[in-house]
């Protein structure tokens, strides 16, 4: 079968790999749709966390199982990427999302981007008869809605959701299905158009030009967002966000980045404030994901800007790094 590999930060190479032998307890799929994600892109520029090379990417995933003990040959599925080990203490209080042996496809061993893979079989999910470009969608907005769902929303609160790529547009959906009044900055124009036209987010702020502090009193009536989302990854942003919480705040960190967080502990300590981090995804929030699409609450092809085969990737990979092409969602098919 061909894969394609990371072979080192800049580098994509095809080859070819023996098609794998079932194991029990597992499924052969057959690959079909990859979606390209923020994790993929910063592994090929070499700043994701958790990740060694050479690595066959991609987790965001649509297939066809081939061989199975428990699905139907035929049937289409989608995967849960988060291999747990059911053992540690994570696992055992359902927070299978931050096991702390997590071997998520694509980072920590290799992912879809592949003719075939073979994965747990309890970690798939029915299509429910969603199409293939939705199955792939489901794992990144899984992750937004998870990091709501720790935010823990409610009705009419500002929920400030900081970077308009595709997990922070996950999470402006999910905020807004939980009644919250969503705030969305950006630097760059095109994706706050998509917000307000595409998604109907309440607010958006160009942080390029605006005093971003001073359009959250506005909008807030002077009380600052009591939900504040990174979802960019940005140490800068997320240093800089402090700042735009309401006392009695929750600050919930759904991007990545490698270094230290700063903060001023007074002025974090007076808020009487909340950090949470935010990882990967629970099957309850793929179910709701799911559950979502299913009732049209959420539009997946909103998503897609990009599409490629597979045989194309390695080519034109480099390029859904540059903002100038305005990709959201890239998806990948393979015949």
């Known amino acids: 079968m061909k894969v394609l590999v990371c072979t080192e930060p800049g580098k994509l190479s095809y080859t070819t790999k023996e098609i794998p032998q079932l194991q029990a307890g597992n499924t052969l799929l057959k690959i079909k749709r990859i979606g390209i994600c923020g994790t993929d892109l910063h592994a090929f520029d070499g700043t994701q966390p958790y990740f060694t090379y050479p690595r066959i990417l991609g987790h965001e995933l649509a297939a066809e199982v081939v061989n199975s ?18 053992k540690c203490l994570a696992c055992r209080s359902g927070k299978t999302n931050c096991c702390s042996a997590i071997q998520v496809l694509g980072v920590h ?50 929920v400030l ?80 966000a402090f700042q735009y919480m309401a006392h009695g705040a929750r600050f919930v960190l759904i991007g990545l980045q490698k270094g230290e967080i700063a903060f001023s502990h007074p002025e974090f300590h007076k808020r009487e404030a909340t950090l949470m981090s935010s990882r990967n995804a629970t099957r309850e929030d793929f179910d709701r994901v799911i559950s979502a699409m299913k009732n049209k609450l959420v539009d997946p092809g909103n998503y897609i800007t990009h599409r490629v085969d597979f045989d194309d990737v390695a080519t034109q990979f480099k390029s859904w790094l540059d903002p100038a092409n305005g990709v959201i969602k890239c998806m990948v098919s393979i015949n």
Request: proline content about 5%; aromatic content about 6%; glycine content about 12%.
């Open 161 to 240: 959701v900081i970077g308009a790529g595709p997990i922070g547009l996950g999470a402006m959906e999910f905020a807004r299905i939980g009644g919250g009044k969503v705030i969305a900055p950006d630097i760059n124009p095109r994706r706050l158009a998509f917000c307000k036209d595409k998604l109907k987010v309440d607010y958006t702020i160009n942080a390029l030009n605006d005093d971003v502090t001073a359009q959250l009193q506005e909008i807030t009536g002077g009380d600052m967002p009591s939900v504040v989302i990174d979802a960019t990854g940005s140490q800068k942003a997320i240093n800089n």
């Open 109 to 158: 061993t290799d992912g879809g981007m592949a003719e075939y893979i073979q994965v747990p079989t309890h970690l798939l999910l029915h299509s429910q008869g969603l199409s293939l470009d939705e199955l792939a969608l489901i794992e990144p907005l899984a992750i937004g809605a998870h990091g709501i769902r720790r935010a823990d929303v409610k009705k009419d609160e500002y």
């Open 69 to 86: 003990y428990d699905f139907k040959n035929g049937d289409t599925v989608t995967v849960i990427p988060y291999i747990n080990c059911g």
